[in-house]
């Protein structure tokens, strides 16, 4: 399995990109909104997280191909892992799909918004359906994301107070989406102070979205 792959950005396009690495070329399927990421940065070092997968069924010589999909951070890797889940949307479906950023439609899954969802490339009304009924609650975490495909690197976790392994866990989850320590630390003790009866990172996070969906309704 290939998880990463580090090297000197060779050349960029609309689908994939080239990566160097020990004399060896890597192309990369990326969705759009990587590439345009990436587009400034050609012929430098770059780190992309990536999903390595055999597209054809197999059972014959040139049945199969192996690919490497990439992406600026782990966040939108977790996003497309649960995006393909999908019945009908396929890894090279999925990337052609996210041309807009993940968290933007990660909230629109949350908040049934089957217009945005309906206008990404190759996904209409019916899918858009199905993508709200098959992942609505599952990427709440992705729809929290400040960081979008910054690719930046998250800060290290430590202690919060109460020292619990699930607030650790929730603090971790919205330090790699990009918040500020303090400011995940702070939403956290608030959720925890209002809702004490809540058991499990997940159900944080949900409680974390749904309040900072309620404060936007009210600007």
Do not use: C, W
């Amino acid at each position: 399995m290939i998880s990463a792959i580090t090297g000197k950005l060779a050349r960029v396009h609309e689908d994939r990109v080239t990566i160097e690495v020990g004399g060896l070329s890597y192309d990369v399927l990326v969705s759009p909104v990587t590439a345009r990421a990436l587009a400034a940065r050609r012929d430098q070092e770059v780190r992309l997280e990536t999903i390595f997968y055999i597209q054809g069924a197999p059972g014959g010589v040139g049945n199969t191909v192996p690919v490497l999909v990439g992406f600026t951070s782990e966040v939108d890797r977790g996003f497309f892992e649960h995006f393909i889940t999908v019945g009908g949307i396929g890894p090279r479906a999925a990337l052609k799909a996210l041309a807009i950023p993940a968290p933007r439609i990660a909230r629109a899954i949350e908040s049934e918004d089957i217009v945005t969802l309906s206008s990404l490339p190759g996904i209409g009304k019916q899918k858009a359906a199905k993508i709200v009924a098959e992942l609505k609650g599952k990427v709440t975490r992705f729809a929290l994301s400040v960081g979008g495909e910054a690719g930046e690197k998250a800060e290290a976790p430590a202690a919060v107070e109460p020292a619990d392994e699930v607030v650790a866990e929730a603090l971790e989850v919205l330090l790699q989406l990009g918040y500020r320590r303090q400011e995940a630390e702070d939403m956290i003790r608030q959720v925890m102070a209002g809702r004490a009866d809540i058991r499990g990172a997940e159900a944080i996070i949900q409680e974390i979205y749904r309040s900072t969906q309620g404060q936007g309704e009210r600007r």
